[in-house]
């Protein structure tokens, strides 16, 4: 059986081993509670403040700004709730595109009656009606906008600067779930006009269950989770201190090797496209993904043409040892399909599957990947 192939990094990627390293003192020697005042919880509470320094550092913010949470759902639910129950946003904009831990959020929280939620409009490909945002925004004041900077299904790409902007000059609101580009893209966070971006470390080699949630100065906002005064009052619960360094160590080689890895995995990217392309007639792209260089480099989701086998596609490719995804790793086990794919109105006599690549990602399992496909569709075609 040929080694397997892992085609999921969208969903989650594996621990970089020098991460591992990095947090591994703190299961075994370094155990202190970084609230207890005593020698052992003040060597893990300025191990904490280290990690806190490092992410601030390179998000270009203060570490004041910087909470750790348990995810980016978290953060999401965080920024989200307390726009609303602190910053007294009475609507909020957003997309039919966006990640279930907005989605969903804003959903109940309009269920409660306690905004009004306005969608954009978005094209086949996933381009969100921008310019709408203005004449939105001009009657509506306390508002919300969330909206992802990278789709974690296909690929489209925000631009932040020009919604941050928007936002500014009608003083919304405006949170980003940047989950997907966190360790991808370089954020200045003294240039971007953003009142809240999130992070989940699992998404850039880290551990799971750990993120941040950065939440701009002037947007003073109250706790999620009560309990105790850690993360500066602002979350309860004794801190993931594992996770918490394991991040700080992922995010930074992930910025370090930045270039490097963009390079890498946009090569595989366009090999795995041009081979898609050459090998099986009626391939097409969902949303900007098959756009190499405007589109979240990561991933590329793929419509396949109607084929009798469409509906074990995944299963036939799990089989062969192959792991990738059918949209949203959310999703993943319901028949309800990619709220995302259904917004577009994408064919459902098509089948669809996101590749998404890491740095670990390799030229072999990318031919592997495409001939084992190739196969599929030649038979019974």
């Known amino acids: 059986m040929p080694k397997k192939i892992f085609l999921d990094n969208a969903a989650t990627t594996p621990l970089d081993p020098d991460v591992f390293e990095t947090m591994l003192p703190f299961f075994k020697e370094h155990f202190g509670n970084p609230s207890s005042i005593h020698s052992h919880g003040r060597k893990v509470k300025s191990a904490l403040e280290t990690a806190r320094k490092s992410v601030a550092g390179i998000l270009n913010t203060s570490p004041g700004e910087i909470f750790f949470t348990s995810g980016g759902t978290e953060a999401d639910n965080t920024a989200i709730i307390q726009s609303i129950e602190t910053l007294g946003a009475k609507h909020a904009i957003t997309s039919h595109l966006e990640h279930h831990a907005v989605l969903h959020t804003l959903e109940n929280l309009e269920k409660q009656g306690k905004i009004e939620l306005t969608f954009l409009e978005n094209d086949a490909n996933g381009n969100l009606d921008l310019d709408s945002l203005p004449k939105i925004l001009e009657n509506k004041p306390k508002t919300l906008i969330s909206l992802m900077h990278g789709n974690n299904e296909i690929g489209n790409l925000l631009n932040i600067k020009k919604v941050g902007g928007i936002a500014r000059e009608y003083k919304a609101i405006f949170h980003s779930d940047t989950v997907q580009t966190m360790g991808h893209y370089a954020f200045d966070l003294q240039e971007l006009p953003v009142d809240f971006i999130v992070a989940g470390a699992h998404k850039f080699h880290g551990p799971k269950g750990v993120g941040f949630l950065y939440i701009n100065a002037n947007a003073k906002i109250n706790p999620l989770i009560h309990g105790g005064a850690q993360e500066r009052n602002m979350r309860g619960g004794t801190e993931n201190i594992y996770g918490i360094i394991g991040l700080a160590k992922a995010l930074e080689i992930a910025v370090n090797d930045m270039e490097a890895h963009q390079n890498h995995i946009k090569g595989l990217k366009s090999?795995?496209?041009?081979?898609?392309?050459?090998?099986?007639?009626?391939?097409?792209?969902?949303?900007?993904?098959?756009?190499?260089?405007?589109?979240?480099?990561?991933?590329?989701?793929?419509?396949?043409?109607?084929?009798?086998?469409?509906?074990?596609?995944?299963?036939?490719?799990?089989?062969?040892?192959?792991?990738?995804?059918?949209?949203?790793?959310?999703?993943?086990?319901?028949?309800?399909?990619?709220?995302?794919?259904?917004?577009?109105?994408?064919?459902?006599?098509?089948?669809?599957?996101?590749?998404?690549?890491?740095?670990?990602?390799?030229?072999?399992?990318?031919?592997?990947?495409?001939?084992?496909?190739?196969?599929?569709?030649?038979?019974?075609?």
């Open 271 to 381: 090999r795995m496209k041009a081979s898609l392309q050459e090998k099986i007639s009626g391939i097409t792209f969902n949303g900007a993904s098959g756009d190499v260089n405007n589109s979240l480099y990561t991933v590329l989701n793929v419509s396949f043409p109607p084929h009798p086998d469409n509906e074990m596609l995944l299963f036939n490719l799990d089989i062969e040892g192959i792991s990738c995804s059918g949209g949203s790793a959310c999703s993943s086990g319901t028949n309800l399909g990619s709220h995302v794919l259904n917004a577009l109105k994408s064919d459902p006599n098509r089948a669809n599957v996101r590749f998404s690549f890491s740095k670990y990602s390799t030229v072999e399992e990318v031919d592997r990947t495409v001939s084992v496909l190739e196969g599929l569709f030649a038979e019974k075609s």
